[in-house]
């Protein structure tokens, strides 16, 4: 079984940043794609970002790509998504998740395709 634990969620204003960490335990790290995701009050689950098994692929979803960066440490099972120039539009619960069926290389973004799941940190944006 994998274990997932969010954290670095908070209140923050508008143009503010943070960055969320999403540690891992209980199998090797290095064997899952990671991915962000969020959910907001009312609305689907929406894809974030998501970081290869290695590290060398990296995705985004449109409405973040060039505020919000995806990086992973595989030495200590930590996957990392800082998050730049929030707009009150990104407040959400913030969930990261393990692909295992991934390739090396791959990224997926479709919520069914990750086997495990955290239970997400809340994330406002608001004056």
């Known amino acids: 079984q994998v274990q997932l634990v969010e954290s670095g969620g908070g209140l923050v204003q508008p143009g503010g940043s943070l960055r969320l960490s999403c540690a891992v335990s209980g199998r090797t790290f290095s064997s899952y794609a990671m991915g962000w995701f969020r959910q907001a009050p009312g609305k689907e689950r929406e894809f974030v970002a998501a970081i290869s098994r290695v590290g060398a692929t990296r995705s985004f979803a449109d409405s973040v790509k060039g505020r919000f960066t995806i990086s992973r440490d595989n030495a200590n099972n930590t996957v990392y998504l800082q998050m730049n120039s929030l707009k009150p539009e990104d407040t959400a619960v913030y969930h990261c998740?393990?692909?295992?069926?991934?390739?090396?290389?791959?990224?997926?973004?479709?919520?069914?395709?990750?086997?495990?799941w955290g239970q997400g940190t809340q994330v406002t944006v608001s004056s």
């Open positions: 998740a393990a692909d295992g069926g991934a390739n090396l290389w791959a990224t997926r973004v479709l919520p069914h395709e990750y086997d495990y």
